[in-house]
């Protein structure tokens, strides 16, 4: 009996989720949660050996209770479950320990399989993920920023100021805001401290060891 935690902040969805896994053979959904912190309670709790686990969720998301959970030496697997399978949700909640990804508009047997899969250790990936992961390690990744795009954003990075940027790189500050701007828009953020998080993510930048 493989024994399920489902977390997601919607009634509707954790009510759907556990009608359908309840009624299938071999599971037991032994407790439901409305918010990161609260799945990592139960967690502790009731010892489930899946996670059924949304990423956007209020007060602590589920990447962070990924990361809570893996930091508190749970053993429970966790098996994103979400409507996000771009790159910015997908490596961050792998990375973070996830066993699987898979998206809420997933067939019922393959919600089954997952589950299943993912209670016997295995990695669990909806198809589209498959593909985005795989073309991602095929495909060379375009040069996103310029090289002096680059230089701003490592120095930016490392704490310095636009005016210590342009010091540097022997450029005004001025030029160092309009280098920002094009980051930010090429980067799909709005300010300094998420166009370096989104730079990490996207491994743009490597953290120093």
Partial sequence: MIRLLIADDHPVVRDGLSSMFASAPGFEVVGQ????????????????????????????????????????????????????????????????????????????????????????????????????????????????LSPREMEVLELVAAGGTNREAAARLFITEATVKSHLLSIYAKLGVNDRAAAVTEAFHRGLLIPRT
């Avoid at 994103?80 to 790159?87: E, F, K, N, Q």
């Avoid at 295995?122 to 996103?144: D, E, F, G, I, K």
Wanted: glycine share 8%; hydrophobic share 45%.
């Fill in 33 to 144: 949660a409305a918010d990161g912190a609260e799945a990592v309670r139960l967690a502790q709790r009731l010892r489930p050996d899946v996670i059924l686990m949304d990423l956007r969720m209020p007060g602590m998301d589920g990447l962070s209770a990924i990361t809570e959970l893996a930091r508190l030496g749970v053993g429970a697997r966790v098996l994103v479950l979400t409507t996000y399978d771009t790159d910015s949700h997908v490596l961050p909640a792998i990375e973070a320990g996830a066993t699987g990804y898979l998206l809420k508009d997933s067939p019922r047997e393959e919600l089954l399989r997952g589950a299943r899969a993912a209670a016997g250790g295995q990695s669990v990936l909806s198809p589209s993920v498959a593909a985005r992961l795989m073309n991602r390690v095929r495909t060379p990744a375009p040069q996103l």
